[in-house]
């Protein structure tokens, strides 16, 4: 059973790493990495977006269940922006790091391509929503897409509904704990938009959201389903027509 009391640099020598009560093994980590390695190194010598990175890494997936795999087989996008921040993240770097040594051309993830290519989501579906599972920097990632799209010259309506599953307290500042109506203030959520904040673990919030979904599945399997050709309406001005911060 893990617990938080234990000796830590015991668990180093083990090779079990700890987040608070949970252990994860290190092994698996490093077999991840090199899982990653493998895969960069069958990609074409230009630059890619973190979502069409996952994509074709959730192509090679082998699982009928994870996450990663489900999304590319719906042709689901997944955006990282805090990658270079991550495990696989690491692994891209010794990939580059290695190409480098060589002098070959690697591989190159464009960060900023994931802005153009969200905003270009974003105008596909001019109605959307959020859902924040914890926070961190994907919470504000999402929202950002409305005053980025403004001040590059292609106003998209704000999100028009919001939920929020967090432990974090806003008074304190953070990103994580801060709360809904801050992001009406921004321009990024709707003054009438739908909201609600659950102060919940996620293990435990998640689980009855999803039950609440599936118990609605007859409402909502007709929805529109994602255009595979999304890419194509990404915007092209550069026309500055406001500031956020």
Known sequence: ?????????????????????????DVKFTEAD????????????????????????????????GILATAARERLPVFVPALAD?????????????????????????????NIEIMGLKRQFPKSGVIFIG???????????????EIAGWPVPPHAYAIQVTT????????????????????????????CTVHVDATIGLPLLFTGIMEHYEEWKQRRPLNADWMEEAPTTTTRKGRRA
């Open 135 to 149: 926070g961190g920097t994907p919470k504000n990632y999402i929202q950002q897409v409305v005053p980025m799209a």
């Open 168 to 195: 974090d307290d806003p008074k304190f500042g953070g990103l994580s704990g801060c709360e809904l109506p801050e992001s009406q203030s921004w321009g990024k959520l709707h003054p009438n938009a739908e909201q």
């Open 34 to 65: 090199q899982f990653v390695e493998k895969f960069a190194e069958t990609l074409e010598p230009r630059s890619y977006s973190s979502r069409e990175i996952f994509q074709l890494m959730g192509e090679r997936i082998r699982d009928d269940y």
């Open 86 to 114: 991550s495990s696989i993240g690491m692994a891209l770097t010794v990939y580059k790091n290695e190409k480098m040594k060589r002098n070959a051309p690697p591989a190159i993830y464009d960060a900023l391509m994931d």
């Open 1 to 25: 059973m893990a617990h938080h009391h234990i000796d830590d640099p015991t668990l180093r020598e083990m090779r079990i790493d700890r987040v608070y009560d949970t252990y994860a093994d």
